[in-house]
């Protein structure tokens, strides 16, 4: 498992740099959403905030046409749309430092723009509750980005209703 892991940050590495061919590369490799996904959840800081620097690159929403979209929303899909995946931002998120929460939020919102890698309600109501927390504790760029990706799970009804919920009883709370 460890060698996977240093395989995995090794990668992440190389190639987290900011060059069209690289991220074509990797979006490719089917292997990169599992690699990727173990890096995150490998515990070692780096690895955490690079993977989660990473995935939140490639899967960004970008404007106007682009010629790696079909690309990309498979590499999203593929990255954002798995339970493990979902786990390990969420747990990034809660717990990490401020840059690996503003990565993490940046992810999750990736995760729920239209069209959403993921159906979002599919997402457990603890997901929803852990974000709102974050929000109601976390400040600046954090809270912005958090912001961000609870508009963007908002987009679904059934969400807004339980966002508006909870965010009524910690205001209430705090």
């Known amino acids: ?3 996977q892991r240093e395989q995995a ?3 992440l590495r190389m190639l987290a740099h900011e060059c069209d061919d690289n991220a074509a590369a990797i979006m490719r490799d089917p292997s990169a959403p599992p690699s990727l996904l173990l890096a ?3 515990g070692t800081y780096d690895a955490l905030l690079q993977a989660l620097a990473l995935v ?6 970008r404007a106007g046409p682009d010629e790696d979209g079909d690309m990309r929303a498979v590499f999203r899909r593929q990255a954002l749309g798995q339970d493990a995946a979902l786990d390990a931002i969420v747990r990034a998120l809660s717990l990490g430092t401020t840059e690996v929460k503003v990565q993490a939020a940046l992810c999750l919102r990736n995760a729920f723009v239209p069209p959403p890698a993921m159906d979002p309600g599919r997402v457990p109501a603890g997901v929803v509750g852990t974000v709102v927390r974050v929000l109601k504790d976390s400040g600046g760029s954090v809270r912005l980005r958090v912001l961000d990706a609870l508009r963007a799970l908002c987009h679904d009804p059934r969400k807004r209703r339980e966002v508006g919920a909870l965010a009524g009883v910690y205001s209430s709370i705090g």
């Not at 939140?56 to 929403?61: F, Y």
């Open 1 to 3: 498992d460890a060698p």
């Open 9 to 11: 940050c090794g990668a």
């Open 40 to 42: 995150a959840s490998s």
């Open 56 to 61: 939140a690159e490639l899967t960004r929403p």
